[in-house]
């Protein structure tokens, strides 16, 4: 079954404990990305990674870090998280970008935070 | 101006009416364009997805495609209750990886 999982679902923390939200396919994807959403804001880019090795800036990336280091992989880690960074979190995959008729994205299940 | 333009409703509609979504963006280069839908508390899920200038039907779904005036919309024919949801559009801007999506427009179908 094609999937994009993500763990944890759920997390409560506090101010500056690092974290690390992952998120794997089994699709053999070669696009990934990662949002967040909070109310009145709607959907966010924060990053996002056209293959192995390759990892691009969305709208805000501030606070974030991500990795690429094999293709099924996605993490987005909180290095200091604020509480500023409560939210809930999308991983999203696509087979890839041609530049002019994009896959669409598959979203994986969510994961909220709270950052207290 | 926002990239990407939704009006956020609620739009209602009776059971069994059309239900007319519309989306502007502002990046004329933009190539892609996507409509998803969300319930609450879930993932978005992909609806269509339209890349040229007309009409694309999937069923009781049909999105329209406006380049040249920069509009997108999304029609849903015989609404029925459980189309209650948040639609989002999302546009693809030109030469990047990224993906705008609109605040969505909430859609109420009233039996």
């Known amino acids: 079954e094609a999937q994009v999982t993500q763990n944890p679902r759920y997390l409560i923390t506090v101010t500056g404990k690092k974290l690390t939200v992952t998120c794997s396919q089994n699709m053999n994807h070669e696009y990934m990305s990662w949002y967040r959403q909070d109310p009145g804001l709607g959907l966010r880019q924060i990053y996002y990674?056209?293959?192995?090795?390759?990892?691009d800036k969305g709208d805000v990336p501030e606070g974030y870090k991500v990795s690429r280091k094999e293709k099924r992989n996605f993490p987005l880690i909180l290095e200091s998280p604020s509480p500023n960074q409560t939210s809930l979190y999308f991983c999203a995959t696509a087979p890839r970008l041609t530049g002019s008729s994009n896959q669409p994205q598959h979203f994986g299940d969510g994961t909220r935070l709270s950052i207290l | 101006q926002k990239e990407v333009e939704q009006n956020s409703g609620p739009l209602s509609v009776p059971e069994g009416a059309i239900a007319s979504l519309n989306c502007t963006y502002s990046?004329?280069?933009?190539?892609?364009f996507f409509w998803y839908r969300q319930y609450s508390g879930k993932s978005p899920e992909l609806i269509m997805s339209i890349y040229s200038n007309g009409d694309k039907e999937d069923g009781r779904f049909t999105a329209q495609l406006n380049k040249a005036s920069q509009y997108v919309s999304l029609l849903i024919r015989d609404s029925q209750p459980s189309d209650s949801a948040t639609y989002l559009c999302a546009v693809t801007p030109s030469n990047t990886g990224k993906l705008i999506f609109g605040q969505g427009t909430t859609l109420q179908v009233k039996p």
């Open positions: 990046d004329r280069g933009s190539q892609s």
């Open positions: 990674s056209m293959n192995v090795e390759v990892t």
